[in-house]
């Protein structure tokens, strides 16, 4: 099995490849982290968002990058919303 570290090191991506990725986890672990805190499962937040729970799903598990309007119909009924701000300035 290959790990990510090893992945990462055969694909040669830039620095700025590198940071879109980190960006998109920071994003979606702290997606999971709020459903989570609201004691809330993919099914329920799904029905919240008037979407399908495998689309929750698929987004936690990084199998694609949501899209903006996805993030915001998730977040949103959470009571959050997507800010930029400088980098370094969390």
């Known amino acids: 099995m290959t790990t990510w570290k090893e992945l990462k ?3 040669e991506l830039s620095q700025e490849n590198l940071n879109a990725i980190e960006l998109e986890k920071d994003l979606i672990r ?3 982290q709020i459903r989570e ?4 499962t993919q099914s329920q937040l799904a ?7 495998p ?3 698929r987004m936690e598990s990084s199998v ?9 119909k998730i977040l949103t009924p959470l009571g959050y919303t997507l800010q930029i701000v400088p980098m370094g300035k969390k």
Not at 37 to 40: A, F, I, P
Not at 64 to 72: E, G, N, T, V
């Open 9 to 11: 090191n055969d694909l």
């Open 30 to 32: 702290t997606m999971i």
């Open 37 to 40: 805190e609201k004691g809330l």
């Open 47 to 53: 029905q919240m968002c008037n979407v399908k729970q």
């Open 55 to 57: 689309v929750i799903a």
């Open 64 to 72: 694609h990058s949501p899209q903006i309007d996805s993030l915001l």
